[in-house]
């Protein structure tokens, strides 16, 4: 268990005999020690409790293991707490989630049983996630978050909306279908949050997030967050933004933590390399990229046929079988994901260290939010590339719009540059409740405010790491697979192994 | 033929040329090689070479040892996948257990095929063509694509700062010159010499200290001097002011009075309050309690009213301060504008003249903008120390509008939405109807400022001092005489809070906060009136100057 940690700010408050105690009764996860960038502690010096938060919120804060906001919370975080519409950007992976989260739940009544925030993410895995952030960091303040997405049951959603729900997070299609029917009731929505703007604003979503803001009082405060704004921001904040106050903490586009390396492969050769990386480098959790759904099966079978576990998740899967994916990914129950772009918005797992794009992106906004899928909240990771000479253009394009250099990967890799010395003290994510996504429309049980904060077994871990003292290069064995026992037939394909050939043995 | 297909070849043309590859075909005619690698750099899937052209053919590797039958089931499966999926993927039919037996790849060899800097300086050369000129297709969709994002340095809002703000003092530097201030000035001074007069024969007189009563009558009649009509000396205006000032002594008899029935039946839950995070108790206070401990500390501790009304903006800036965003937001090199306050005021020492010291203390450090607008003209003000107040006010940097409309049409050319209305339009000490007298000019601004202020948006906080405009500071009752009321949502209580806050929790549906502020009142004060005694135990500032309510 983690240990006890009062190693605060002195309260600007009376500091009397009532303020130690709520503090000495937290239960704070063990300290992070890995080395954190500028990304995340350029602030001013402030603390949360100079933001004079509730004693409630700031508990959970405390207990999510946040010592200190990073520089967008303690921007955001006061200003949005006055009221103000706000355009904000921040470098992937800086806390920009709970930059807009701590205000909100600061500003949700837990009495008034009615929908009082909304906010709106681009994909369901990030709804997930969001919605996690919310329980977690507002656990103790009485308030109950809802997630809905498309491809879950729609009556689910409705019964759950008879129930009590202070904050919704989901995405624009399926809001606007229980807003529409009425099922939702937004009359009282006086926050609307929008998580990857510039994403939420392209063609696919526009027309519907304003239809969405029909249903929501006029004088509803708006947050939007991005890393990047596209030109149509200025339109929609003309249109519905009041006077916004513009957060700008991007004086570079790549996070400062990231290491960045190309590799010269021939296509016939990528999975020669791809082995290689494998047995030389010493990761943690991966994520490697595939452009196409078709490449991200083949890949992940490819892969699964060296020897290593892994999982793959594309959009053209059922949204069951991505969920249970993403969610076991979290946890660490496999080593590497491959996947197609779906996952490059936001997605936060602090113990991916590696990002592979096995397939080189066409875009630099693709290739900016495929490899802050590591380095996150300011710490280190490394991204490889592995190019081909018909790549040589993107690769030029993409340097030039991020004024980012990709080096050429050496001989060898100074583990210092993406390994955390004690694999121990890695955040585990946030746990996703075991019962909430076997349900298709994954409603959140109001948690006991006594409840501990439970931190899920780390027997994984060790298994990923190999020892120190261990020299030589060999191939890294895969961890045990988890269990078929409990899974249903129609399920198993998820583990991208094929049915009648047995594991390698070493 | 067939037998050389899979060999990796260098071929030579008779024009020099060196082209790399692997056969595909081979006949009398010529050859065709797949992955083909030219001497220049370039590359290409497939390429036919003229027996006519070749000068010399070099073996670099030869095809992998497998028979017709297995090239024959690697071709039927090549043809059915790509036919189902229209992708060849060259990798889709490696042999894995033949990549698990391969040594490391060579990252160092293969980068020694691609020099990424003569590359990168070629591409840079063409990157001087104008896109619709260049030949691959994907450069100009970077082209467009970097179009689409404003760049990571720049403002979507760049010029937030530069609106009208500075412009609007202009309008008051005109209305600074009129003459009357000065000859208002001359008069205010012969007021202020009567009643440091009167002061003085008070104290001397032992007749008049052991009588409590006529004490608190005593000083009842002081702060009715304060009204405007006294400036008046005719002898016949003398017989008005006497019958205003029983007037106005029976409506606080009154209003005292209808305090205490109020408390009496509730014992003493109703007459303390609790505080928001120390769950403190905290004895709440009358008008009269308010005005005895003022005058005390002015009488026995010679800590005068400018003095308690500077304690009580130092204090209150801090708690408002904090209230718009504390330090992480209010810097100088921000580069959003400034937040908007805007104090709504009377012509009052207990409510306009302590509003205007507290502007002032938010705008001088220039990280707050504030405008305020009085319930009568600026060219009107009488009361002395409103007078002298808005003159630091206004060299401060604070901004003073003269009409509902020009508050408007100055909101509308600045970026500074309102984020914090200060409602001093009645202080505990009179009521709105005291305000607008018999004059329908007055009352009807009133009325317009409270309907303004009462319209803004959802996020603008309104906070009022004492009491909110529009309630009756003794009972907290809404004000009989006057149909509009202040919908503020916190309360800046001076020193102590007012008993009137119990009914307006109930009538006050929008309140949500209320605060106490420090205004310097020594301990000692307290224990020079029996009706004080209950303050004396309670540890209200002891290291802060504000501190929170729970209502």
Known sequence: ????????????????????????????????????????????????????????????????????????????????????????????????????????????????????????????????????VVRTL???????????????????????????????????????????????????????????????????FKTIIEQILSFLPPTHQSLLFSATFPLTVKEFMVKHLHKPYEINLMEELTLKGITQYYAFVEERQKLHCLNTLFSKLQINQAIIFCNSTNRVELLAKKITDLGYSCYYSHARMKQQERNKVFHEFRQGKVRTLVCSDLLTRGIDIQAVNVVINFDFPKTAETYLHRIGRSGRFGHLGLAINLINWNDRFNLYKIEQELGTEIAAIPATIDKSLYVAENDETVPVPFPIEQQSYHQQAIPQQQLPSQQQFAIPPQQHHPQFMVPPSHQQQQAYPPPQMPSQQGYPPQQEHFMAMPPGQSQPQY | ????????????????KLIQGKIAKATSKGLTLNDVQFGDGGKSQAFKVRASRLKDLKVLTVASQSGKRKQQRQQQQQNDYNQNRGEHIDWQDDDVS????????????????????????????????????????????????????????????????????????????????????????QDDLVLEDDEHEYDVDDIDDPKYLPITQSLNITHLIHSATNSPSINDKTKGTVINDKDQVLAKLGQMIISQSRSNSTSLPAANKQTTIRSKNTKQNIPMATPVQLLEMESITSEFFSINSAGLLENFAVNASFFLKQKLGG????????????????????????????ALALGRHLCQTGHIRVITLFTCSQNELQDSMV????????????????????????????????????????????????????????????????????????????????????????????????????????????????IAINNLIANLPSLEDAVLIDIG???????????????????????????????
């Open chain 1, 1 to 132: 268990m983690g240990s006890i940690n009062n190693n605060f700010n002195t309260n600007n408050n009376s500091n009397t005999d009532l303020d130690r105690d709520w503090k000495t009764a937290l239960n704070i996860p063990k300290k992070d020690t890995r080395p954190q960038t500028d990304d995340v502690l350029n602030t001013k010096g402030n603390t949360f409790e100079d933001f004079y938060l509730k004693r409630e919120l700031l508990m959970g804060i405390f207990e999510a293991g946040f010592e200190k906001p990073s520089p967008i919370q303690e921007e955001a975080i006061p200003v949005a707490i006055t009221g103000r519409d706000i355009l904000a950007r921040a470098k992937n992976g800086t806390g920009k989630t709970a930059a807009f989260v701590i205000p909100t739940l600061e500003k949700v009544k837990p009495k008034l049983n009615k929908i009082q925030a909304l906010i709106m993410v681009p994909t369901r895995e990030l709804a997930l996630q969001t919605s996690q």
């Open chain 2, 327 to 354: 330090r992480a937001r209010l810097r100088l090199q921000n580069s959003n504008p400034e937040p908007l306050v805007v104090i709504l005021a009377s012509d009052s020492n207990r409510s306009g003249a302590k």
């Open chain 2, 521 to 551: 009142i020594p301990q000692g004060a307290y224990s020079q009136r029996t009706s004080l005694r209950k303050f004396q135990n309670c540890d209200l500032f002891v290291t802060d100057g504000s501190l929170l309510l729970d209502l």
């Open chain 1, 138 to 204: 507002g656990k103790h303040c009485g308030i109950s978050c809802m997630v809905t997405t498309g491809g879950t049951n729609l009556r689910d959603d409705i019964l759950r909306l008879n129930e009590t729900v202070h904050i919704l997070v989901g995405t624009p299609g399926r809001v606007l279908d229980l807003a529409s029917r009425k099922v939702a009731d937004l009359s009282d929505c006086s926050l609307f949050i929008m998580d990857e703007a510039d994403k939420m604003l392209s063609r696919d």
């Open chain 2, 387 to 498: 007078k002298k107040q808005t003159d630091i006010y206004k060299k401060c940097g604070g901004k003073i509008v003269n009409s509902v409309s020009s508050l408007e049409s100055a909101m509308e050319t600045l970026n500074s939405p309102v984020e914090i209305v200060i409602d001093a339009m009645q202080g505990y000490d009179c009521t709105l109807s005291d305000l607008a007298g018999t004059s329908e000019v007055i009352e009807s601004r009133i009325k317009s400022m409270i309907s303004w202020c009462n319209k803004q948006r959802g996020s603008t906080k309104v906070w009022s001092l004492d009491i909110p405009n529009g309630f009756d500071a003794g009972s907290g009752m809404p004000d009989i005489f006057f149909s509009d009321r202040i919908e503020a949502t916190g309360i800046i209580c001076s020193g102590w809070p007012l």
């Open chain 2, 98 to 185: 033949k990549i698990k037996q391969q040594e490391d790849f060579d990252f160092q060899r293969n980068l020694g095929m691609f020099n990424k800097k003569d590359v990168f300086a070629q591409l840079k050369q063409n990157d001087d063509i104008l896109p619709e000129n260049r030949l691959q297709g994907h450069n100009r969709k970077q082209t467009q694509l970097q179009q689409n994002n404003y760049q990571n340095d720049e403002l979507v809002i760049p010029d937030a700062k530069k609106d009208s703000w500075n412009k609007i003092s202009s309008r008051n530097e005109q209305s600074t010159h009129q003459s009357q201030p000065q000859q208002d000035a």
């Open chain 2, 1 to 16: 033929m067939s037998q050389f297909v899979g060999f990796g070849v260098q071929v030579e043309l008779k024009d020099g």
